[in-house]
């Protein structure tokens, strides 16, 4: 299935609000602040350093900083292993009932796909519709705030200028998009991570 194809399908999803089918828990976080150690998870380490198992269905888990700032700190998350590829984080931002794989999923996009969630952002905003019921997607990775996400080491000063206006132009469209249609914002983030 080709990207065209993958978000068209996310698209009816999303317009029929079928969030059914959601995929399987990827992330646990400390939302809370009452989980601190990997054994208040469910987590038990392995033989192989910095990898632990989950004691009940040995599924393999790794400890991964997040960058969502939840009014505490930055903190620390586990992520099933092997962690989803970019549709697949995208499916569950767009389809999970569970708050931690949305803050999870979005994180991981953000840091390793931000010409991926530039790309799926442009799509999602060709018709309106689409972004009135995709809302919470932009929210959560706060598209709305105009800072440059893409990747700046070893690119000259042009390009990372370049990559700042693209990402400006997604913001401001949104944030006009967002009072037309007097959308509220859910979620939080401070990027970048410290």
Same mark, same amino acid.
């Given at each position: 299935?080709?990207?065209c194809q993958y978000l068209q399908k996310v698209r009816l999803?999303?317009?029929a609000k079928k969030k059914k089918n959601a995929p399987p828990k990827h992330f646990m976080m400390n939302l809370r602040d009452t989980r601190r150690t990997p054994e208040d998870f469910g987590l038990v380490e392995s033989s192989v350093p910095d990898i632990y198992i989950k004691d009940n #269905?040995?599924?393999k888990w790794i400890k991964r900083p997040m960058i969502y700032d939840l009014g505490r700190e930055f903190f620390k998350a586990f992520c099933k292993i092997p962690i989803p590829d970019y549709s697949g984080l995208l499916a569950i931002v767009l389809n999970?009932?569970?708050m931690e794989d949305e803050y999870g999923a979005a994180s991981i996009m953000l840091e390793l796909f931000p010409e991926e969630v530039y790309d799926t952002c442009m799509d999602l905003l060709e018709d309106e519709l689409v972004f009135k019921t995709c809302w919470d997607f932009f929210d959560?990775? #706060?598209?709305e705030s105009a800072f440059n996400r893409s990747e700046t080491q070893g690119k000259p000063i042009e390009k990372v200028e370049q990559d700042y206006a693209k990402w400006?132009?997604?913001a401001y469209r949104v944030s006009e998009l967002r009072r037309k249609y007097k959308l509220r914002n859910r979620y939080r983030i401070v990027w970048p991570p410290t």
């Open positions: 299935m080709d990207k999803d999303i317009v #269905d040995g599924t999970s009932d569970s959560l990775l #706060d598209i400006a132009a997604l």
